[in-house]
């Protein structure tokens, strides 16, 4: 099997009824190129840059910011690069911002509400990453919007870095598209609005399991609510994709459930454009999305948000 799938290294990645994907990989540091190569990623999909700022005393530099987004640019030779700015806070600490214990860290100043609010470390971010811009094809994306406003705000401030690194005469892309992770109920309900606005989403369902069903995604004894395959799920990941064609914009996933061959079929069939994965699932995925039919996934799809249980709609999965 493994050899079978080696062969699809170099393929593209489309339906028994020639319809394409995108096979890409999420990633946590420039290390882990190689595997997306070997494995025949087309794209980056997510860019984790926590782990640039974990495991040490002080924020990174730009400097050594812009080196590792350059390299994973220019490793990736054009092909898209999906890159998340700081996702700090839930289950991820960072001891140097001292920030004051949480109750609730799932639910409270992570991600780009901190950015937000602590601006230089976001604005050193968003410089390095324009400045690596124009050593690749970057798409920037912001983690845990929950309103309009957040998007705005973190586009505007984007939009000022840009504008004072080219007065500087820094070189930035002109075609960097600035997208929204989906994770929080409220930004997939309101998708058609978001849909206007940003040039992109990325449905993050390892956190919009765990907030929409209201169970922590680290926790046990409440494991059997963490349910990707529930009709809630899969019409809310239905409302963004089909917003974001509504606008003529695309919409990927980078949570763990793009790389679930139990979640594929049904994904295909809600018009999912690009799935985003660990390395080491891209070949298996593409040779299963090669042997299955868009036409009947597109049945499977629909049946499935029209039932009530996620067992009915596994079980449905299962006899495809
Ligand atoms: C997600 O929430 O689905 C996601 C990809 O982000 P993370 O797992 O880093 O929270
Ligand atoms: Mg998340």
Redesign the pocket.
């Known amino acids: 099997q493994k050899t079978e799938w080696a062969k699809l290294i170099h393929e593209k990645s489309f339906t028994a009824d020639q319809s394409f994907v995108e096979l890409a990989a ?1 990633i946590g540091t420039p290390n882990d190129l190689e595997g997306v190569i070997n494995n025949g990623g087309e794209g980056i999909g ?1 860019y ?1 840059t ?1 782990f640039l700022y974990m495991g040490r005393s002080q924020l990174p530099t730009e400097e050594e910011q812009f080196e590792s987004y350059k390299s994973v640019l220019e490793g990736m030779s054009g092909k898209p690069v999906v890159v ?1 700015t700081l ?1 700090i806070g ?3 600490k960072l001891p140097y911002l001292n920030l004051p214990e949480e109750l609730n860290p799932f639910l409270g100043f992570r991600a780009i509400r901190l950015c937000l609010e602590q601006q230089d470390m976001f604005r050193t971010q968003l410089r390095a990453l324009l400045r690596a811009s124009s050593y690749g094809n970057l798409k920037i994306m912001f ?2 919007i929950a309103t309009l406003e957040e998007f705005r705000e973190g586009k505007s401030i984007l939009e000022e870095e840009k504008q004072k690194l080219v007065s500087e005469g820094e070189k930035v892309s002109d075609h960097i598209e600035v997208g929204i ?1 989906v ?1 929080i109920p409220s930004t997939a309900v309101l998708a058609d609005q978001f849909a206007k606005e940003v040039d992109f989403f ?9 907030y929409t069903m209201a169970a922590d ?1 680290m926790n046990e004894r409440v494991s059997y609510l963490y349910q990707p395959y529930n009709p809630s799920i899969l019409r809310l990941i239905k409302m963004v994709i089909d917003a974001a064609h509504q606008e003529g914009k695309w919409a990927g ?5 793009a790389g679930d061959e139990m979640a594929i079929p049904l994904l295909l069939g809600l018009g999912l454009d690009e799935f ?1 994965m660990s390395a080491t699932s891209i070949l298996k995925a593409r040779s299963q999305i090669r042997n299955l039919n868009k036409k009947e996934m597109e049945k499977l799809a629909a049946d499935a948000l029209k039932m009530k249980t996620a067992d009915e709609v596994l079980r449905a999965v299962k006899k495809i």
Request: one cysteine or more; a negative charge; aromatic letters at 0%.
């Open positions: 999420n997510l984790r926590e998340r996702d839930g289950d991820k983690p845990m992770m994770e990325s449905i993050g369902t390892n956190d919009l399991i765990q995604r996933m980078c949570g763990e459930m985003s």
